[in-house]
């Protein structure tokens, strides 16, 4: 590779950019740089708080150096950003992380240096938005005096199996030169290979459709659900069923959080109403996921009101606020959907999650956690996240009179639980 031996800046040091900085740090001259000293401070001690990088895969990274100084940043030639794209409050795109570290960077940039973007925006964000920022802070012209890739990041949280160099990476670049050099730099460390698209409109809109297609299909299974309780039969059964068939596609209805799959389908859409249309089945599996924590706060209260359970001023405990099992991340969790309607009903609710830090959460969402494992009696208890903590718990202890176990996962024995989603 043309750049061997060039130095490599990863930009944010998250779920995304840790693992990457990790691993260019095994093999080339890495600096990993995140604006938050605390989280450095942390990382140079060996802790990662989101779980995705042991002390022992930090410590092999001999050519990393954490940093949250900026000077040292401006050595590097090849600058990678992972700095979140999440949506606004109208669910549309919020693209100051990514503007504000396109700014920082072209102040650092030098002739024949490339900047690659790992984070998820829609097609043409590169170009429309990042390049001219970049062009306006550094002075320099885009394709001649500095490039651009893009390679979306397919990180899955919590997952210890489909790691970072597990799965194929798409890659691509401003210029054919530079597309063979981006591509040949991640190919140095993917060791399921990669995929280089023709462009980074190509690349952008790849990832795109990876979250809004899987998005779309869990949209279906809770449209399902709300079907199949009306008509008094078990979700999970249907699917069970069905999915005897070898091609039917096996999906679950659930809660859909996170920083991809609940956000992604609107940079998708925010594009394509910017060349006018206005897509229809995008939005409505977005509509179906988004009102599935309310639905299930209500479903609660009937089947604990059918249970001749008093409302107002009795206790229910939700089990889990990360927005997936055994993880730490709370981006995005619609369980407080399901928090903040229960509330609204008069309920007392209390939250236990043995994986997720109670002060970012409170921080985030402004809610306390128990830090000790909850003691009863509760009215309600609702499994919202299937750690695996949560299978070895006796719920019966925690239960009160009639009270409703309501399992959102299907994940528990069936024999322990009133009502699955």
């Known amino acids: 590779m043309e750049g061997k031996n060039k130095t490599v800046a990863v930009i944010g040091l998250g779920y995304v950019g840790l693992p990457l900085a990790v691993e260019f740090g095994k093999r080339y001259t890495t600096i990993g740089y995140d604006i938050n000293r605390e989280r450095i401070e942390e990382l140079q001690k060996g802790e990662d708080r ?52 396109s700014d920082m960077i072209g102040r650092l940039l030098k002739k024949g240096d490339i900047v690659i973007y790992e984070s998820t925006v829609y097609p043409g964000c590169t170009e429309e938005v990042c390049v001219p920022v970049l062009e306006h802070a550094s002075g320099l012209k885009y394709n001649e005096d500095f490039f651009c890739g893009y390679s979306p990041e397919r990180i899955n949280p919590g997952d210890k199996v489909n790691t970072l160099t597990k799965i194929k990476k798409v890659t691509s670049g ?25 462009s980074l409109k190509v690349a952008e809109a790849s990832k795109a459709i990876e979250n809004a297609q899987r998005d779309l299909n869990i949209s279906f299974m809770n449209e ?12 999970n059964d249907v699917l069970e069923a069905a999915g005897t068939k070898w091609n039917f596609l096996r999906f679950k209805p659930g809660l859909v959080g996170g920083h991809c799959i609940g956000v992604d389908p609107y940079y998708l859409v925010h594009k394509a109403e910017s060349v006018g249309y206005h ?7 977005r509509r179906v996921n988004d009102n599935m924590g309310v639905y299930v706060a209500n479903r609660l209260v009937k089947r604990m009101i059918s249970k001749g359970v008093t ?30 309607e229960l509330r609204e009903f008069g309920l007392e609710v209390d939250v236990y999650d043995p994986w997720v830090d109670p002060k970012e959460v409170m921080h985030e969402y402004g809610i306390s956690l128990l830090e000790e ?6 009215a309600g208890i609702l499994v919202a996240v299937a750690h695996r903590q949560f299978a070895e718990m006796n719920l019966s202890a925690l239960k009160a009179n009639e009270a409703v176990v309501f399992d959102t996962k299907a994940f528990l024995d069936r024999s322990l639980v ?4």
């Open 50 to 101: 989101t779980l995705e990088v042991s002390r022992e895969e930090l410590q092999s990274a001999s050519a990393l150096t954490l940093t949250n100084d900026l000077s040292p940043v401006g050595e590097a030639q090849i600058f990678i950003i992972t700095v979140p794209t999440p949506v606004d409050q109208s669910k549309s795109p919020d693209l100051t992380p990514l503007i504000g570290a």
């Open 174 to 198: 401003s210029t054919p030169e530079v597309a063979k050099e981006v591509d040949a730099l991640y190919a140095s460390i993917i060791e399921a290979g990669t995929h280089l698209a023709p």
């Open 224 to 235: 399902l659900a709300l079907i199949f309780e009306r008509i008094g039969i078990d979700t």
């Open 279 to 285: 897509p229809q089945v995008i939005l409505s599996g």
């Open 311 to 340: 409302i107002k001023g009795n206790r229910v405990l939700i089990l889990g606020i990360a927005f997936k099992e055994n993880c730490p991340d709370t981006r995005n969790t619609k369980v407080v959907d399901i928090y903040n």
């Open 373 to 378: 494992e909850p003691k009863g009696p509760y």
């Open 418 to 421: 009133d009502e699955r989603l």
